[in-house]
């Protein structure tokens, strides 16, 4: 059984920083990524990387501040989430793909995902 278990949400103060991490079960991905979605809004693409050490690609709205890295031996991805503002306030998504995505920066390019991790900044 596929499971994608997304960890490390929660409230955090703005400017400071959370580490969010995935770990995939069940078989090994290409690329995975992490999407957000707050209230009322799309779901947003937030960061990817392939198991090739490529497809690293960032949201405009998190670069220089989201870093994405992938642990293949371990089948995790993490998010290391730093200068953080009540913007990124969302649950936020682990997704995962066996093949080279269609897109990296779409949820159609992913067809396995988490359940989701809530993180909250506080202004």
């Known amino acids: 059984q596929v499971q994608l278990v997304e960890s490390g949400g929660g409230l955090v103060q703005a400017g400071g920083s959370l580490r969010l991490s995935c770990a995939a079960s069940?078989?090994?991905?290409?690329?995975m990524a992490w999407f957000r979605q707050a209230p009322g809004k799309e779901r947003e693409f937030v960061a990817s990387?392939?198991?090739?050490?490529?497809?690293?690609f960032y949201g405009d709205s998190v670069k220089g501040r989201f870093t994405i890295a992938r642990d293949n031996a371990r089948n995790t991805v993490s998010l290391q989430m730093d200068s953080l503002n009540a913007e990124d306030t969302a649950v936020y998504y682990c997704?995962?793909?066996?093949?080279?995505?269609?897109?990296?920066?779409?949820?159609?390019?992913?067809?396995?995902w988490g359940r989701g991790t809530q993180v909250t900044v506080s202004s």
């Open positions: 997704a995962a793909e066996p093949s080279v995505p269609v897109t990296y920066l779409h949820q159609r390019g992913y067809h396995f």
């Open positions: 069940g078989r090994t991905f290409y690329a």
């Open positions: 990387a392939n198991n090739a050490g490529s497809g690293r």
